[in-house]
């Protein structure tokens, strides 16, 4: 009888210890076990109709609905967060959860990032974007410029024109003494070197600063003349595919590594190259439609042939050789980082 409540006792105790077991095992699994909400904020500088607050809501949902409600996203569009040119800064210290912006508006932070800004470095946004991603992930330098933060997707505009508004250029004398609204430094010297005088400025600056004759005109991709309404005060666009735009959207590091594991992965897998590819789809989309809405509204386009194009080419190539060796001054891979970004453009 004693032996028979000691055998109870003990199969009593197995299943105890079995079950403690378990549990622990579920509370460690914090894919499974994690049923916090977490209600974070996105914090980007484009307008609320602006297509990217449609790309950043689809998002939102899905990570929503693939983490069971535990990550929740509120958009804050506009600038209403942080200026166009803070939106790094405030992911990074914890002001905001998720941040967009573009990297030219703080010239100096992203140096090997910069290199897709470059001239004549992609054809298309997605193919921009795709390489974008493709070179952060192969050089581990790039993580010192996303310090504090978790890059979730890199991107690019499309290739971007020479639009004016009372003047066309066609050749370069008839850039001489114009200011020209400029996205980024790379593309301020290459806009000087042909004689204009170019005017750092965010995109939502742009269109009152044409309308006012502060500018005489801007370099933007097409996607900008239908989104921002830029085909309202631009009548002549110079076509030469002449740099890209590149753009972050990044995570404050700490709120990410509150979130489960389960939920990191959800959030890394649904960004990432997957973005990347889907948004500059959908800016190459829209700079198509929007060459045809210029055409519309009578906008006078002129493409550069190849030949001038190689004339541009004399002023515009030293800014590259000025890149790679500022870049290398700061002990950084400049020169690797370039001549892979060529080969993933198939130059």
Known sequence: MKKAFQSRS???????????IVMLAACGSGASSDS????????????????????????AAELEEKTDGRIKITSYPGAALAAPDEHFDAAATGSV???????????????LTSVMELPFMAKTAMSG???????????DEFDAEYAGTVPL?????????????????????????????????????WLEALGATPVSMPMN???????????DGTIAPWEAVKTWGLDEVINYATVGNFYSTTMFVVMNED??????????????????????????EVFDQYGRDAVEQAKVKGVEIYELSSTEL???????????ESWINQVEGKGLPGQAVYDRAVELSGQ
């Not at 199969?11 to 079950?19: C, N, P, R, T, Y």
């Not at 959860?97 to 573009?102: E, G, H, I, Q, T």
């Not at 690019?156 to 008839?174: A, C, S």
């Not at 190689?310 to 590259?320: G, K, L, M, R």
Request: aromatic share 14%; no cysteine; hydrophobic share 40%.
């Open 129 to 139: 974007s795709e390489n974008l991603w493709k070179l952060m992930n192969e050089f």
């Open 205 to 215: 600056e742009n269109f009152e600063a044409l309308e006012r004759g502060v500018v």
């Open 10 to 20: 003990n199969v009593l105790f197995m299943l105890v210890v079995g079950f403690g």
């Open 153 to 189: 997707w890199l991107y690019t505009t499309d290739p971007g024109q020479l639009f004016t508004v009372d003047k066309p250029v066609k050749r370069i004398e008839d850039l001489k003494g114009m200011k020209i609204r400029s996205p980024s430094p790379e593309t301020s010297e």
């Open 255 to 280: 709120v990410f590594n509150r979130l489960n594991q389960g939920d990191q992965d959800m959030l890394l897998e649904l960004a990432g190259e997957r973005m990347a590819k889907k948004t500059g």
């Open 36 to 59: 916090h909400a977490h209600e974070l904020d996105f914090s980007h500088f484009f307008p609320p109709t602006h297509f990217m607050e449609e790309e950043i809501q689809s998002f």
């Open 310 to 320: 190689a004339e541009w080419n004399e002023f515009i190539n030293p800014t590259i």
């Open 97 to 111: 959860d998720f941040a967009l912006s573009v990297h030219g508006y703080t010239p100096g932070e992203f140096p």
